[in-house]
């Protein structure tokens, strides 16, 4: 769930969207939901044999175990990185923005991804700029709310770039209701 929809549910927002639903405000937010830049984000799970050196144990919710786990990881890889153990990334090239109109570039389609985006008006100015990245996590960098004890690895693709730009406002305080959105 987008953030705006959690903040105007929450009661933080404009009066005038919250009032609609019944949502006594909290915060005078007015400008929640009206810049929203949706960047698409992926992470793929592995398991991995338990035997498999990970960052598991000291990203996860077992306390319990993270002094022998840190002591174990400590003599076996280097501890002072993020868990991302490599990555790759995606550049718009200079072909892309001689060869396809202005009107392709604003809808240029990333075949891995299925989104839409502006090189053009994103990436002209910046050839080093990625649009997307791809990285191999030593470990599961999200919530592990609800997950047994494993060892985890992961692979991440993002978007640099928004995907879409517009604006987003709850519809209900129902939190299956889809919400109202503008290009």
């Given at each position: ?21 019944g949502i006594k ?5 007015p400008g929640v ?151």
């Amino acid at each position: 769930m987008d953030s705006s929809l959690i903040f105007e549910r929450s009661g933080i927002g404009a009066v005038s969207i919250l009032g609609n639903f019944g949502i006594k405000q909290i915060v005078d937010l007015p400008g929640v939901g009206k810049e929203y830049d949706d960047r698409a984000f992926l992470i793929t799970l592995y398991i991995v044999d338990t035997n498999t050196v990970t960052t598991e144990a000291i990203s996860s919710k077992h306390p319990e175990l993270w002094g022998r786990k840190f002591k174990q990881l400590s003599r076996q890889c280097d501890m002072d990185g993020s868990g991302l153990t490599g990555g790759s990334k995606k550049l718009p090239s200079y072909i892309h923005h001689q060869i396809l109109t202005a009107s392709q570039r604003r809808g240029w389609v990333i075949k891995c991804v299925l989104v839409k985006m502006d090189i053009g008006r994103n990436s002209a100015n910046k050839p080093d700029k990625p649009s997307f990245g791809l990285g191999t996590f030593g470990g599961f960098p999200g919530t592990h709310s609800g997950l047994p004890l494993l060892q985890l690895t992961a692979i991440g693709c993002f978007l640099v770039y928004p995907a879409s730009h517009r604006r987003i406002h709850i519809t209900s305080d129902d939190i299956n209701t889809h919400p109202a959105g503008e290009e």
